[in-house]
């Protein structure tokens, strides 16, 4: 890129992109199969919400693994796996946008479920069903589907070797339309809808504050992992969608000057912050809920073992009562 390399800000983003999203990947992907063996077990299969942080958690490993494979490549030995074929050319940029996508408006889903149970309670268990939310699933599954379809078919292999539009009234479309239509429902629509339905959920929950305070242990509990599940999404996602607001079409046109350095090294901590979001929602189940711990630990320990620990725990005990 000419003479960034002289600009500590590139060297910086350079190094955030080699270091950070290997880190996520391993991270993130261990946290979320461990939740999805949890969460499907048959005594958590029969709530609607454990249905959309399974579903929540397939599509964030799905994001971590191609975002990774794609880019890391690339800043680490300048080679692109989508620029190898037409088919990974066309199947990595339809999974980028999909799996990040489908993401954000599981957390959506989420949030829109725990606003019926606020502020409907006596209708959760008519509106959020097990069907109901299967059909959600399906739903929000296929609109996206359609809604970036067009790349399997709009992408291809260049002249240069390079994956690139077919065309160029599509690479009008691809490089000055669909940034803004993809930042509006993979960041900027989410957000809003999960802002506004968390304020309006605290906003009844202090009103009706000394009902909570009667509500049972689970309840509270999982109350408090949802907000934490979407405060962390408002908090990883903001700064990206303010990026490509305001900077996008610079980035998109970056040259080599200093400024440009900046660019790179702001695109670069918005993007890992971005999909720092898809690693550490595993985190954030195991630190607010007690019963998911216990569950950890029962699926990464042994029972013949933790007996024996737990046996030997108890002589000594009775050992040094004597």
């Known amino acids: 890129m000419g003479n960034l390399d002289e600009y500590v800000e590139y060297r910086v983003s350079l190094y955030i992109l080699r270091i950070v ?6 991270f993130g992907t261990a946290g979320n199969v461990t939740s999805i063996v949890i969460l499907m077990q048959r005594k958590n299969r029969i709530s609607s919400t454990a249905r959309f942080l399974t579903a929540l958690a397939v599509c964030d490993t799905l994001s971590l693994l191609v975002t990774v494979s794609r880019n890391w490549p ?4 300048d080679v692109s796996i989508a620029h190898t074929s037409p088919i990974a050319c066309k199947c990595y940029g339809f999974l980028v946008y999909f799996s990040s996508e489908t993401s954000s408006w599981f957390i959506v889903a989420i949030t829109v479920e725990r606003f019926v149970c606020i502020f409907c309670p006596h209708r959760t268990k008519q509106i959020c069903s ?4 299967n059909t959600v699933i399906m739903c929000i599954f296929t609109a996206l589907f359609l809604f970036n379809v067009h790349l399997l078919f ?3 292999i260049g002249e240069n070797s390079k994956c690139y539009p077919t065309g160029d009234m599509y690479a009008e479309f691809y490089f000055k339309i669909w940034p803004i239509v993809k930042i509006s429902v993979a960041s900027i629509i989410p957000f809003l809808i999960v802002f506004v339905g968390n304020t309006s959920i605290m906003i009844k929950m202090r009103r009706r504050e000394r009902s909570f305070r009667n ?9 408090v992992t949802l907000v934490l599940l979407n405060v962390v999404f408002l908090v990883c996602i903001t700064p990206m969608a303010l990026f490509m607001l305001f900077l996008g079409k610079r980035y998109l ?3 080599d000057t200093h400024e440009d350095a900046v660019v790179l090294l702001l695109w670069s901590v918005v993007n890992v912050l971005y999909f720092t979001n898809n690693a550490v929602n595993f985190l954030l189940y195991f630190l607010s809920g007690s019963r998911f711990r216990k569950e950890v630990r029962n699926l990464c320990c042994v029972k013949s073992w933790c007996h024996s620990a737990a046996t030997d725990s108890t002589a000594q005990k009775q050992t040094g009562n004597k």
């Open 21 to 26: 999203p290997p880190l996520l990947l391993v």
């Open 74 to 77: 690339i800043v680490m030995f």
């Open 130 to 133: 097990l069907q109901r939310s």
């Open 154 to 156: 709009g992408m291809s």
């Open 215 to 223: 509500q049972n242990v689970k309840s509270s509990r999982l109350m």
């Open 253 to 255: 046109n970056l040259g």
